[in-house]
């Protein structure tokens, strides 16, 4: 759905208005169909009668069950952001590093997150970006995490499961520009100082190395 963003594009960028709806509706139109056509297998398997989980050795959701099943629908994704949100956050800003093996100090992930909050508006030459244009972004982006959640629904979780198995909070990192505009003002530009975010970027970084390395020195 990433592809709708082109909506933004100013009239004014094309050569005419035609060849603005044919960008407007060709772009995202192309974009759902090459990913159909890549995840056709996928999307085969679970739009059958039956759609079997291998690692859990159980039946999984379908398209059609859960399209019968709307309020368990529901209730696994509340149940899925009460249960995980904390872990796909973590994942998000790099918590556990390796095959999960590797934790970073929650001090050293609260500060990286404070560090990219503070740089959004740090811009002498940011754009304003209207309430509407937010309002887009962030609807791109919940529909993208729903759309993460909803293909490991189906790829990835058997039918016993209260909640979505198998996401991770790196599926998420494609939808943090999104997010983060969501979050602009120009009116704060230079609130905070560069040097600061840039030093505090590196200190943070250096501890996470020395982390990494101490990890592997003690194994």
Known sequence: V??????????????????????????????????????????????????????????????????HHILKTISIFVATVHDYMGFYIGGLIGDNLGWFNTSIPLELTIASAILVVLSINNNEQAVQIRVRQKLLFFAIALCSSLMICASMLLAWTPISSKGIQGVQGRYFLPIIPLMLFCFTDKRKNNMYNRNIILIGSCMVNFLVVVRIFETVILR
């Open 2 to 67: 990433v592809p709708f963003l082109v909506v933004l594009i100013p009239l004014k960028a094309f050569k005419n208005k035609k060849c603005s709806i044919i960008a407007k509706i060709g772009i995202p139109f192309i974009g759902l169909l090459s990913a159909a056509i890549c995840n056709m297998g996928s999307v085969a398997g679970s739009t059958g009668a039956t759609n079997y989980i291998e690692w859990a050795g159980e039946e999984g959701y379908t398209v059609g069950y859960l399209m």
